[in-house]
């Protein structure tokens, strides 16, 4: 089998197809988190701690000198970065519990119950017999 041959099978597989879906939504979702946490998570943390930029957090390491710009240590931007994982994946989280529990609640639904089999020629014949023997007898 060729490279090109089995690349072909491998790329039009659903599974890559639905991996690539994945990581474009993601990448989207991604860029929502971003902003929820710059925009909206960030601004009242940093006014609680006194600064309302919290991304403009930085400890100095070395000071600018001449052409030579400063060196900063960026600890809000790491923090803002940390809450975004977070929130992100609290979000899987979710997702997956939530389709976790989908899941068993569909293999713990009971199945529809199996109609029984219908009776063999030798039990039909059997049971006309008995039905015969029991009409002679007078049904005792």
Request: hydrophobic fraction near 50%.
């Amino acid at each position: 089998m060729s490279f090109i041959k089995e690349f072909k099978e491998f790329a039009v597989r659903g599974n890559v197809i639905d991996m690539a879906v994945g990581i474009i939504i993601g990448a989207a979702f991604g860029k929502i988190v971003s902003s929820f946490v710059a925009d909206v998570v960030m601004p009242p943390i940093g006014l609680l701690l006194g600064n309302a930029d919290f991304s403009e957090l930085a400890v100095v390491l070395q000071p600018a000198v001449g052409e030579t710009p400063e060196v900063l240590l960026r600890y809000g931007t790491f923090i803002q970065t940390v809450v975004d994982f977070t929130i992100v994946a609290l979000a899987v989280f979710v997702a997956i519990k939530a389709i976790n529990s989908l899941k068993r609640k569909e293999e713990a639904a009971p199945a529809e119950p199996e109609a029984p089999p219908a009776p063999t020629k030798e039990e039909v014949l059997l049971t006309e017999i008995r039905d015969l023997l029991k009409a002679r007898s007078g049904g005792v």
